[in-house]
């Protein structure tokens, strides 16, 4: 026996099969919730990435920028009435109510006919600011010597204070980072007047690794991460030929945002739906006729479907769910006379 789902009016409350007015009820659609989860990176260009190349011949970001990267996504179909489908049902001592059940939501169904399971999941994710290594900052002002007169063997000089350039403190920062390496050098094949074995050995170089981390921040710059979740509902309709949908954008400005921000980069939903078979025809009585319908109740089958979510390039989810709107409408005899 086929299972039936049916949404009643929410205000019904449980019947007898006698003297009842007629009541209303909706078919079932499917709504598929999306719960994604994203990671934020905030990079910082260092203050002189320009002059990497020339004292590292590493080519090092110059310009700060945003990027939002999807790392989990969720699909979960729930289900509703669907408003635009609705019949009128008669309850009558010729009726066969025994399949029939109420729930506490409204629900007429077959039991187990379907379990809506809780959805999603998401992953916190902690925040984490490198920053700018300020102790590896150089100092921003130099002291020139000018000579102001001459004459003979005497000199008049004077002493100014300048603000260095960019160039002249990227200098001093690769030349830190040069006898930095050079010092961890000398430590390992023990070229030094103190003796580093063991624990001593390991923090020396742990510290002298984390200076040289500070001062590359400076040219290759920093990240700070963050995460970021939001959900979406798509509705998928029958009509929809293609059975492609828009189900969220991913911007670089504003992170997770729905399809209707055009700002983002969309990711899309496709629906590719299975065959159903055609069902048997109806038993035949003695005589060789079908059975007389007096009374039916109206159901609906799902589609199952291979949904697979892209950015377009990329798959970044796929997985197979029922889809009630996209599978077929049946009718359920309910009173019969042979």
């Not at 039916?296 to 029922?322: E, F, M, Q, S």
Request: hydrophobic residues 40%; aromatic residues 8%.
């Amino acid at each position: 026996m086929k299972k039936l789902l049916i949404f009643l009016a929410p205000a019904l409350l449980p019947f007898a099969a006698a003297a009842q007015p007629a009541v209303s009820y909706s078919l079932p659609r499917t709504v598929l919730e999306l719960r994604v989860h994203a990671q934020k990176e905030t990079f910082h260009a260092g203050p002189y990435a320009r002059f990497a190349a020339k004292y590292f011949g590493i080519e090092a970001e110059q310009q700060d920028r945003v990027t939002y990267s999807i790392t989990d996504i969720s699909l979960t179909p729930k289900v509703e009435a669907d408003q635009s489908v609705r019949y009128s049902y008669e309850p009558s001592a010729k009726a066969l109510p025994a399949f029939m059940q109420l729930t506490s939501q409204g629900l007429v169904a077959g039991e187990g006919a379907f379990a809506s399971e809780g959805g999603g999941w998401k992953y916190p994710a902690g925040v984490s600011a490198q920053g700018l290594p300020y102790n590896a900052i150089p100092a921003n002002l130099a002291e020139e010597t000018h000579t102001l007169y001459r004459k003979g063997h005497s000199t008049v000089q004077q002493s100014v204070v300048v603000e260095k350039s960019p160039e002249l403190k990227a200098s001093e920062i690769a030349q830190r980072i040069f006898d930095i390496r050079e010092n961890k050098y000398k430590i390992l094949i023990g070229d030094t007047d103190a003796t580093y074995s063991g624990e001593a050995m390991k923090a020396a170089i742990d510290e002298l690794n984390r200076m040289e981390r500070d001062c590359l921040t400076l040219f290759l710059g920093y990240s700070e991460f963050g995460s970021a979740d939001a959900s979406f509902e798509i509705v998928p309709e029958a009509d929809n030929a293609g059975q492609l949908y828009i189900a969220f954008r991913i911007s670089d400005e504003e992170g997770l945002v729905p399809a209707s921000n055009v700002s983002g980069k969309p990711c899309l939903l496709e629906l590719h739906k299975e065959e159903i078979a055609v069902p048997e025809a109806p038993e035949k009585t003695e005589k060789g006729k079908a059975p007389k319908v007096e009374q039916v109740l109206h159901y609906r089958i799902p589609a199952v479907c291979d949904a697979r979510i892209t950015d377009g390039v990329n798959t970044l989810l796929k997985v197979r769910v029922p889809v009630y709107q996209l599978g077929t409408d049946e009718e359920y005899p309910i009173i019969r006379t042979k």
